[in-house]
């Protein structure tokens, strides 16, 4: 009975010890599977925080580039009599680039620069009596977002004088947002003849990069061109003409071009990467969009 009992007690032992080890196995396989699975997805997290933190950087880069207060403002000016440009004649063109623009605002503007002035120190800044603008008119140009914002300034204006003839150069700023006044373009010499309307003179400019998109105002200064005594000025507080005008720059007015991609997707279990090669195409089309040709 004994010798009985101790086999039966044996093969006992021996299936439990069996099932142990099947139970052990198994356990081990699925600890693998789970371990495996794990390490999948914490890879495609890694992955997809890296493509995050990359594309933020990218919109970022180019934020910055589009909007960074140290732009400096570079544009293309044209210039000539109203009477050359009608009959065909080319008028003189000039690449400016200047500092960048000053924007703060101030609780009352000034009528007038002095400091962004041409005129030398000795000059005086009270206006002369023996010369003012009897008109002028801006027509803007060149919307290629269509946003009703413009980076081409059409500039005509009229000024006369009490003297036969009067050799003149005039200086013409912007004023972003009611902010300081910036020197944006320069005639070269020119005459005036009496009140005659046959000396108008035309500035065209394209503002190329600098200047934000807002509102703008014009203001335009008249100087001797022998000594550079300051004689007239004309701005918004004497014609709604160059008043609240709609400008930006060219690199901000970029028309955006719509573009369709079309992703295939086959079903073979790989969801984490289908969204993570979502991601990717949608942060390559962000950047596409934001990054402006000339920053």
């Not at 620069?113 to 009596?129: D, E, F, G, L, M």
């Not at 009140?195 to 003179?201: H, I, K, L, P």
């Amino acid at each position: 009975m004994i010798a009985l009992h101790a086999v039966y007690a044996y093969g006992f032992s021996s299936d439990s010890e069996k099932q142990g080890s099947n139970g052990s196995q198994d356990a081990g396989t699925e600890e693998k599977r789970m371990d495996t699975y794990a390490k999948t997805i914490n890879w495609t997290k890694l992955l997809l925080a890296v493509f995050f933190v990359a594309g933020l950087m990218v919109v970022s880069a180019s934020v910055y580039a589009a909007e960074g207060v140290a732009e400096k403002r570079v544009s293309i000016t044209t210039q000539s009599t109203r009477e050359q440009r009608d009959s065909g004649v080319p008028g003189a063109v000039s690449e400016d680039e200047y500092s960048a623009l000053a924007t703060a605002a101030e609780s009352v503007k000034a009528t007038r620069s002095t400091a962004k002035s041409k005129a030398t120190v000795q000059s005086s800044s009270a206006a002369n009596i023996d010369f003012w603008f009897y008109t002028a008119d801006v027509v803007l140009f060149n919307d290629h977002d269509d946003d009703g914002y413009y980076h081409g300034i059409d500039l005509l204006f009229d000024a006369d004088t009490y003297f036969t003839s009067a050799e003149v150069y005039a200086v013409v700023y912007l004023s972003f947002e009611g902010g300081p006044w910036n020197e944006y373009a320069a005639t070269d010499n020119f005459t005036l003849f009496g009140a005659s309307s046959d000396d108008e003179y035309v500035i065209v400019t394209e503002l190329l990069a600098g200047y934000p998109t807002g509102s703008y105002d014009i203001l335009i200064e008249l100087f001797d061109a022998f000594d550079n005594t300051f004689l007239a000025y004309f701005g918004p507080e004497d014609t709604s003409e160059l008043a609240f005008l709609p400008i930006e720059d060219a690199d901000r007015d970029v028309a955006v071009v719509t573009e369709i991609i079309v992703v295939e997707q086959h079903e073979h279990g790989g969801g984490s990467l289908d969204w993570l090669l979502m991601l990717t195409l949608g942060l390559a089309a962000l950047a596409r969009y934001r990054v402006s040709p000339h920053a």
